[in-house]
């Protein structure tokens, strides 16, 4: 975990105990249209808006030299779900079988069925299965079924080029960066969860302990500084492929150039940035 | 309790993992519906002062008052259910624009501005009058609230109706901007099949129109109770006319939007017909049952001409039946919506909480609130015209 991170989890850890107190003086504040704190705010007020233009303070980073994007190779995935594991860790992302930055889909078809038969590692009987809601797996079930076709697919955050989520929050608290992710700024999210319904793809979960929304931000804390986001790390099949589009020789380079990829739900308008392969009509 | 999440949604077929952490509670059902109550009342105020329809007089100034007492209360429901209330004032002081929620505190603000104007002009005889005669602390308040114009000259009285007929119209298109916005909040989310509809604002504003007026119905027959007056026939009459067309046309609207959904056959469309069978069904019931009941009784009392006690029960009946649908129909959108599992492979069920923040008791109480605030307005400002002896 990132220095970042851990002072966000420090600010939680506080905003628990401070949690009734401050959202009855919030209530109060804002009911009584106390302009409480307001010369604060209205500084924020000339930043929010330009966000984007405002460079994050990273060394020997420059984010308008990158552009990031996904590859999913769904051929590959073989369910082990360390990804999810991963992530859930290196992000601090809350416990449980109802928050995921990162998730994967277990799609079957048996013999003679028209539709496929999907669950994911929050499954009832994958819980079950793996004993935990913090440990993931994917259950036997289809051990005596005949099985047509099978297959993985990983989800995630599409940081997508017109993202809805970032539409639609009324504080300019999510935003797009110049190389192409998708970000919160937790101290400045409301937590109305307007985002949270805007998203097509369901990948934004909210954080009860500090009253924000969250999501997956392609490891953004590790892609600057030249890593790879924790669940491309570990996953051992390179199911999971990232990199720089401006980079040619990037492995998501290659990757597009090389496959005959699809995005998820093209009907939006998104134009998400999670490019896959090998998944079928489904997949939703 | 605040802080946690509340109980996972339970779901059937596949639903993606964070959506069992179901994002907008009761609350959201509370906030258009009470929206929806200030805009109904707001537009019989302006049947009389607009459209100088007289049957209406009884009840324009205290239609206004409930308005504004309802106003009051709007942004409640939403601040109770902001996982950073003390940071509301971000969405207002930095507003990112292409969120249409962050609208909401100055298409708020600018409508309560209205109707405070407009009911400053509409009682400025009223409080004129009372602070010439009323003694001590209350005097105070009185006076302060004619804000240095005590002329009540006939010249003065008829430039007040000029400005009060004014703002009434700028508010019109206010309230229906208003609610309409709360629509276009639900429709424009393209993620949520239930919600992205181009008629939703429509549908919104006119239902929010027919509970407003059969609020005011129940509240001026309750009150007129209290007062042992007699209820005004013809304002009674003339609203069961006003409901009674407005509910027409938006049960027609409903039903091509939903006759459109099913006729089309999109991709989906077996697990919308699902959600209908399964977790609102009884929402749909309350809401489509409750309506056409309602417009059935409304038609009986309009045709046969039924008057005296009759038709005041009758109203009575037809108002809360109006209430109660319009809440199931705000419950069977922003609850049904969110129980459409976006991967339409999956339906979830919302069980509300009951105690927490955004839980039932929270409801009762903010839902109560602005009855209360009315009842303390009306004993401040009468809005009833003096009994003629």
């Known amino acids: 975990m990132t220095q970042e991170d851990k002072k966000i989890e420090v600010k939680g850890s506080n905003l628990v105990r401070r949690n009734f107190f401050l959202r009855m003086l919030g209530i109060g504040t804002a009911c009584a249209g106390t302009w409480v704190g307001s010369g604060n705010l209205v500084a924020r007020a000339q930043s929010a808006e330009t966000a984007a233009a405002a460079a994050p303070k990273i060394p020997d980073y420059d984010w308008n030299k990158h552009k990031w994007a996904f590859g999913v190779d769904a051929t590959r995935c073989i369910g082990c779900l360390r990804c999810v594991e991963a992530c859930k860790a290196e992000n601090g992302v809350t416990q449980d079988a109802h928050h995921f930055r990162t998730w994967v889909e277990r799609y079957v078809y048996l013999e003679g069925d028209e539709r496929a038969h999907v669950d994911s590692q929050s499954d009832a009987q994958n819980i079950a299965a793996s004993g935990s809601e913090k440990e993931f797996r994917f259950d036997n079930r289809y051990k005596d079924a005949k099985v047509e076709k099978a297959f993985f697919v990983p989800k995630l955050c599409n940081h997508c080029t017109h993202p809805a989520c970032v539409q639609v929050c009324p504080t300019g608290a999510t935003y797009q960066t110049k190389d192409g992710v998708v970000?919160?700024?937790?101290?400045?999210?409301?937590?109305?969860?307007?985002?949270?319904?805007?998203c097509p793809y369901g990948v934004r979960e909210f954080n009860h302990v500090m009253g924000v929304t969250d999501k997956c931000t392609w490891c953004y804390h590790r892609i600057t500084k030249g890593l790879?986001?924790?669940?491309?790390?570990?996953?051992?099949?390179?199911?999971?492929?990232?990199?720089?589009?401006?980079?040619?020789?990037?492995?998501?380079?290659?990757?597009?150039?090389?496959?005959?990829?699809s995005v998820l739900k093209p009907e939006t308008g998104n134009a998400p940035n999670v490019f896959y392969v090998g998944i079928d009509k489904e997949v939703c | 309790m605040i802080g946690t999440m509340a109980q996972a949604a339970p779901y059937v077929g596949y639903v993606y993992p964070n959506e069992t952490d179901i994002p907008w509670s009761v609350l959201i059902v509370i906030y258009p519906y009470i929206t929806g109550l200030v805009a109904g009342a707001f537009i019989v105020s302006s049947l009389f002062h607009v459209f100088g329809m007289a049957q209406y007089k009884p009840v324009a100034?205290?239609?206004?008052?409930?308005?504004?007492?309802?106003?009051?209360?709007?942004?409640?429901?939403?601040?109770?259910?902001?996982?950073?209330?003390?940071?509301?004032?971000?969405?207002?002081?930095?507003?990112?624009?292409?969120?249409?929620?962050?609208?909401?505190?100055?298409v708020a603000g600018f409508y309560i501005s209205l109707l405070l104007l407009e009911i400053w002009f509409a009682f400025r005889a009223d409080i004129v009058a009372l602070s010439k005669t009323t003694q001590g602390p209350l005097g105070t308040v009185y006076r302060l609230m004619t804000l240095g114009s005590d002329d009540v000259s006939p010249r003065a009285l008829a430039?007040?109706?000029?400005?009060?007929?004014?703002?009434?119209?700028?508010?019109?298109?206010?309230?229906?901007?208003?609610h309409g916005y709360v629509g276009f909040l639900f429709g424009s989310v393209k993620a949520r099949e239930w919600w992205s509809s181009d008629l939703m604002p429509i549908i919104f504003l006119l239902s929010a129109i027919v509970?407003?007026?059969?609020?005011?119905?129940?509240?001026?027959?309750?009150?007129?109770?209290?007062?042992?007056?007699?209820?005004?026939?013809?304002?009674?009459?003339?609203?069961?006319?006003?409901?009674?067309?407005?509910?027409?046309?938006?049960?027609?609207?409903?039903?091509?939007?939903?006759?459109?959904?099913?006729?089309?056959?999109?991709?989906?469309?077996?697990?919308?017909?699902?959600?209908?069978?399964?977790?609102?069904?009884?929402?749909?019931?309350?809401?489509w049952g409750g309506s056409l009941i309602v417009l059935a009784l409304l038609t009986v009392l309009i045709v046969f001409r039924v008057e005296g006690k009759a038709l005041v029960r009758g109203l009575v009946i037809s108002g809360v039946g109006m209430m109660i649908a319009v809440l199931a129909m705000r419950w069977n959108v922003v609850?049904?919506?969110?129980?459409?599992?976006?991967?339409?492979?999956?339906?979830l069920v919302y069980y509300p909480e009951i105690l927490s923040h955004e839980g039932l008791v929270a409801v009762a109480i903010v839902f109560t609130c602005p009855f209360v605030v009315l009842w303390l307005i009306t004993r401040f400002l009468s809005p009833w015209e003096p009994e003629p002896s």
């Open chain 2, 211 to 287: 509970s407003g007026i059969g609020l005011l119905i129940v509240l001026y027959v309750v009150y007129s109770r209290i007062r042992k007056v007699p209820v005004d026939q013809a304002c009674m009459k003339g609203l069961a006319r006003t409901m009674w067309a407005f509910l027409l046309v938006v049960l027609v609207i409903e039903g091509l939007e939903l006759l459109e959904m099913f006729y089309k056959r999109l991709e989906g469309i077996d697990m919308v017909q699902r959600l209908i069978e399964g977790p609102i069904r009884y929402g749909m019931m309350i809401q």
């Open chain 1, 183 to 198: 970000l919160i700024d937790h101290s400045y999210c409301i937590g109305c969860q307007y985002c949270v319904q805007a």
């Open chain 2, 61 to 106: 100034r205290f239609a206004l008052l409930t308005a504004v007492s309802f106003m009051f209360f709007v942004p409640m429901p939403l601040l109770l259910h902001l996982g950073n209330p003390q940071r509301a004032f971000n969405a207002v002081l930095t507003p990112h624009w292409t969120s249409a929620m962050a609208a909401f505190s100055y």
């Open chain 1, 228 to 261: 790879q986001p924790a669940c491309v790390e570990v996953c051992p099949v390179e199911a999971r492929v990232f990199g720089d589009r401006n980079d040619p020789q990037s492995p998501i380079s290659a990757f597009l150039r090389n496959n005959r990829v």
């Open chain 2, 159 to 178: 430039l007040d109706h000029k400005f009060a007929t004014v703002l009434a119209m700028i508010g019109i298109p206010a309230a229906g901007g208003l």
């Open chain 2, 335 to 347: 609850i049904g919506g969110q129980e459409l599992s976006k991967t339409m492979k999956g339906l």
